[in-house]
């Protein structure tokens, strides 16, 4: 029961108060031995329970998912594997899978979409699976995404034939790995939040991400905020909060 019906229920005298506490007091916990899920926290936060699978068992994800999917709460499953949506699909019938993304989705409906739309730029190819990831998410949030691939600084001029595309968005993730400089040209560009996603894409210098953290750190470029890196379920969450705002 909802927070709202257990009132209702108590108001109208069908619940004692004992019970009614009680109720109160577990509403929102979802206890599965391996997994407490937090079922009360898109009304919380605004963003919803997600599966983050690394780490985690086949038959793990898979029970978790089938949890969520029978309480009627769509689906979101991060780091996943082959073989984690195989197990998934079984138990969630419908649910995509992207392989670059390694995402799995699953909506209970189609959802009404925000007004504006969240531009996902991808400074090379091999950033990719990063920016698909904050595309799925982002999709999976209810909203609207357009996607700009492979237009790192190396080829500047790439970035200027997309950049109307650009400049009509409500947020800017930009996602880049080698020395991450792609965040802060964008930043110039744009009076739009930008969110850099620095990712572990680069030779031994980057440091598996660290050179191109460092360099969206130390932006020059006003509005630039950065998330962790490769993370770009995290960049996708803060856009989705943003866009969502009136």
Do not use: W
């Not at 950033?127 to 190396?154: K, W």
């Not at 080829?155 to 400089?181: C, D, P, S, T, Y």
């Not at 009076?191 to 969206?216: H, R």
């Amino acid at each position: 029961m909802t927070t709202t019906e257990i009132l209702e229920q108590y108001k109208s005298g069908n619940l004692e108060l004992e019970d009614a506490l009680r109720h109160l007091s577990g509403n929102g916990i979802d206890e599965m031995g391996f997994a407490t899920l937090d079922t009360d926290r898109m009304r919380r936060t605004g963003l919803p329970e997600v599966i983050y699978s690394s780490g985690k068992t086949v038959k793990q994800v898979a029970q978790i998912a089938e949890r969520l999917y029978l309480k009627g709460i769509d689906v979101l499953a991060t780091r996943v594997t082959d073989a984690m949506y195989e197990a998934v699909k079984k138990v969630v019938p419908g649910a995509q899978y992207n392989p670059l993304a390694k995402t799995i989705t699953y909506k209970h409906r189609e959802p009404e979409l925000a007004k504006g739309y969240i531009a996902v730029v991808a400074a090379g190819t091999s950033d990719m699976p990063i920016a698909e990831e904050a595309v799925e998410t982002a999709r999976f949030l209810n909203n609207r995404v357009e996607t700009v691939y492979d237009v790192g600084v190396a080829g500047i001029h790439r970035l200027f034939h997309k950049l109307e595309v650009i400049r009509q968005a409500r947020v800017i993730i930009v996602v880049a790995g080698m020395e991450g400089a792609l965040a802060s040209v964008v930043g110039g560009l744009v009076d739009k939040p930008v969110i850099g996603v620095p990712t572990s894409v680069g030779y031994g210098a980057n440091f598996d991400g660290l050179s191109a953290l460092l360099s969206m750190l130390n932006s020059c470029a006003s509005g630039v905020s950065v998330v962790n890196i490769d993370n770009g379920f995290g960049a996708a969450c803060q856009a989705a909060l943003i866009n969502k705002l009136k």
